[in-house]
């Protein structure tokens, strides 16, 4: 009953139909979950069989005591009055192993007060011996409390054989122990029928791995509706998305607008995020931003920098100034021309003394003229500098998105003082220069308003239309997708009844098994287990029959017939392969049973006991008599309690000691054919003997960490006694010869003719002698169980 076989079902009933395309198909078993679901993270725990029970101070047990378990396969009953001390070790085990007690759970404080011993309260302790198929064992699981302890509050550890204690870890058991809980006390009977409808339904449901179905159909109905929200959100946002780019006087808006329309998806990627659809008055407005003239300082410094270059060059341009001006250039001439007379009066005589002369001379009146060529110098770098600073109308002026008629008639009346007299245009510099800054501003001012508007309103929708982008690719095959997954999950949904049903079917035909063993001479039969409902109104429905009539039930059957019907659920789900608990503890579970039923529910234990270690707990003798009665194999355990809360236990039976005892009755017996009696009473020995010998091989083997299922199978291969006594001593069948040597030399040299004895028959063998066999037979058992 894994989740991978559910799945497997679901692949075959795919396979045999044709229903579903191979897409859908595949998308229903995509849906299940890969493998099946581990119940335990610990594989160290699987096979667990109890060895002990150790309780201190806790409920009615005072000084430790400790409860000896065969850690194996086998029924043991635990007997005693009521308030001995019996159902504390149950009570314990539970405890030490789920952190809680069902007796106690979910009911009043009252019901949990009194969980501390009377008599030796103080310091309680609990400790279970577990065995596992792990070569760590044993596994102690222990529970200690202070004497102002609560009894939620206690610590409890985990340790394997020799390895220190360390802290307990319940988590890697909850899973295993909500699914195949092997614990069942007498409280819990009545609320596996009558408790809630929807626990048992959950319970059956885990168990049979069919959370996976229903995983399964939720998954693909969240697939459906993702894709079905995916494809409506996709649309309706598209139309949103239209109307608010109609909205938008914005170029980018319009273009965008039409590939929304078209869904040209990979446009509108390039458009909104690699800048694809741009505004036309965007960069007119932004250049018309970036406009500069120059600054008030810039003017005023060109225009004093040119009135102070002005005045110099007034004052030092005096009528000597020029002359000597005119002197030099006339000298300096006269030094070029090439003539020994001179060319005006033709008199005169250049010769090399008029030469020096007149070059003294140049000098001289040089000095005199350096200051006016250093003011004209600067008085025409004065009036370049303010030339430069009056440019023409700036082309993004002209072209400007908003009207810049203002600005654009002030700046052309600044640039047109590059066309008159520097002096002029230096003396109106100033007063033009403050009406074409203010025009600039005020344009200015009006295109970056309209920039940020344009932006405001068209960077949320970008960012929109990229978002929808992204949906909108998401959802690209989504129409397609929603077609297969839509089908995938209407097979599913057909086919989860005949689903449930057919893993449901093992479990109804053992719950009737064992029904029919349990209801001795009830006219009720048990019918069909279904798992019914759903959601907050999801139980199991119980069909019975009473005498060829259907009925309910809750409605038809006695106290006892419920709890046999609780019995025949709960052994299924505690039974289950996959549980790693490979024992049951189950606590009163005779009361409200006729005496025909005690035998039934001895049967079924017995038949349980083939494959668990069964180990119930009874004040009523009803189930001991009838385990003797009906010749079951079972250890019987004696509880007692004395003064003080002081727990006693000894051993009443156990199968050793029943054969034991058949032969000495046997022996006691008269008026039987003495050769027949002899006979009964050697297979009695030899019985005997294996029996002691089978104890050892389980229990030695199982601490080893040996699956009782490869134990029962070397069992089985050893068909004679010698060979089991073989496994049992050397751990190998084959050597019988140093087996019974072994016997003889660890107990008594007539130890192996005893064996003999046994499987001979004790034919002709006196009182005496049949005497003396059973009590060598004895000593035989114990050594071997030693």
């Not at 000098?363 to 003011?375: G, M, P, Q, V």
């Not at 109308?393 to 002209?398: D, G, Q, R, S, T």
């Not at 908003?402 to 109106?428: G, K, M, Q, T």
């Not at 053992?510 to 798992?531: D, F, Y």
Request: charged residues 25%; proline residues 4%.
């Amino acid at each position: 009953m894994s989740a991978g076989s559910l799945r497997e079902l679901v692949a075959q009933q795919l396979s045999a139909g044709d229903a579903l395309s191979a897409r859908e198909a595949d998308a229903v078993l995509a849906a299940f979950p890969a493998g099946p679901v581990e119940t335990t993270a610990d594989t160290l725990l699987n096979g667990m069989f109890l060895s002990s029970i150790s309780v201190r101070g806790f409920r009615g047990i005072g000084p430790r005591t400790t409860l000896r378990l065969q850690p194996s396969l086998g029924l043991t009953l635990v007997v005693g009055r009521n308030g001995c001390g019996k159902s504390s070790f149950a009570e314990a085990a539970e405890l030490a192993l789920t952190g809680d007690n069902k007796r106690w759970a979910g009911k009043s404080k009252i019901w949990t007060d009194g969980w501390r011993n009377l008599h030796e309260g103080d310091a309680p302790e609990i400790e279970v011996g577990l065995q596992t198929e792990c070569v760590e064992n044993p596994l102690k699981i222990a529970g200690r409390w202070g004497a102002d302890t609560a009894l939620g509050d206690a610590e409890w550890t985990a340790r394997r054989k020799s390895a220190d204690p360390t802290a307990l870890n319940r988590a890697t058991l909850a899973n295993a122990l909500e699914l195949y809980r092997p614990f069942l006390s007498y409280s819990e009977l009545g609320t596996l029928i009558e408790g809630s409808p929807s626990g048992m339904h959950d319970a059956l449901h885990r168990l049979l791995g069919l959370d996976d179905l229903t995983t399964a159909l939720a998954g693909l109905q969240q697939q459906r509706l993702s894709l079905d929200k995916v494809t409506k959100e996709v649309k309706r946002e598209k139309d949103s998305l239209l109307a608010s780019l109609a909205a938008v006087n914005d170029d980018r808006a319009r273009k965008v607008s039409e590939l929304v329309k078209s869904q040209d998806l990979t446009e509108l990627s390039r458009a909104v995020v690699g800048g694809g659809a741009t505004s036309s008055a965007g960069p007119g407005l932004a250049a018309v931003g970036a406009v500069r003239l120059p600054s008030e300082a810039e003017v005023s410094a060109a225009v004093a920098t040119l009135g102070v270059a002005t005045a110099r060059l007034v004052a030092v341009a005096t009528t000597d100034a020029a002359s000597d001006a005119a002197r030099i250039e006339l000298l300096t001439r006269a030094l070029e021309f090439d003539a020994d007379r001179c060319p005006v009066c033709e008199e005169g005589t250049l010769d090399d003394e008029w030469r020096a002369r007149t070059i003294r001379l140049i000098e001289e009146t040089r000095s005199r003229t350096t200051e006016l060529d250093a003011a004209r110098l600067a008085h025409a770098d004065a009036t370049t500098a303010l030339a430069r600073l009056i440019q023409p109308v700036p082309p993004a002026l002209l072209d400007s998105p908003i009207p810049a008629d203002d600005a654009i008639a002030a700046w052309r009346e600044w640039s047109d003082l590059a066309l008159v007299d520097p002096s002029l245009a230096a003396h109106a510099l100033p007063s033009h220069h403050e009406r074409v800054l203010a025009a600039l501003n005020s344009l200015q001012i009006r295109a970056r308003t309209e920039l940020a508007l344009l932006d405001e309103v068209w960077s949320p929708l970008a960012r929109r239309v990229a978002a929808w982008v992204e949906m909108a690719n998401a959802a690209a095959h989504a129409p397609e997708r929603l077609k297969t997954v839509r089908a995938a999950e209407n097979w599913l949904k057909n086919a989860a009844a005949e689903l449930r049903e057919e893993r449901m079917r093992p479990l109804t035909e053992l719950s009737q098994q064992v029904w029919t063993t349990l209801r001795q001479q009830s006219n009720v039969e048990l019918g069909g287990i279904a798992l019914a409902g759903s959601a907050s109104s999801r139980r199991v429905s119980l069909d019975v029959n009473v005498d060829g009539v259907e009925g309910a039930a809750l409605g038809v059957m006695s106290q006892g017939e419920l709890h046999a019907l609780a019995l025949s659920l709960f052994l299924p789900r505690a039974t289950a392969e996959q549980s790693p608990f490979r024992f049951l503890v189950i606590d009163d579970p005779v009361q409200s049973m006729d005496p025909a039923k005690v035998d039934g529910l001895a049967r079924v234990l017995a038949e349980v006991a083939r494959t668990r270690q069964v180990v119930v707990f009874t004040h009523d003798l009803r189930l001991p008599e009838a385990v003797r009665r009906l010749q079951i194999p079972a250890t019987v355990l004696d509880v007692q309690r004395r003064e003080k809360s002081v727990v006693k236990i000894r051993v009443s039976l156990d199968p050793v000691r029943r054969y034991l005892d058949d032969a000495r009755a046997l022996s006691l017996t008269k008026g039987l054919p003495r050769n027949e009696a002899n006979e009964m009473i050697a297979l009695c020995c030899r019985l005997a003997i294996e029996s002691a010998a089978t104890s050892k091989v389980r229990r030695v083997l199982g601490e080893h960490g040996f699956a009782q299922s490869d134990i029962t199978e070397q069992l089985e291969k050893a068909d004679r006694t010698v060979q089991k006594i073989a496994l049992a001593v050397l751990y190998d069948r084959d050597r019988e010869a140093d087996a019974l040597a072994q016997l003889d030399a660890g107990l008594a040299p007539w130890a192996s003719d005893v064996v003999r004895a046994c499987n001979r028959g004790a034919h002709g063998s006196s009182p005496d002698d049949l005497t003396d066999l059973i009590n060598r037979t004895e000593r035989i058992a114990k050594w071997l169980n030693k």
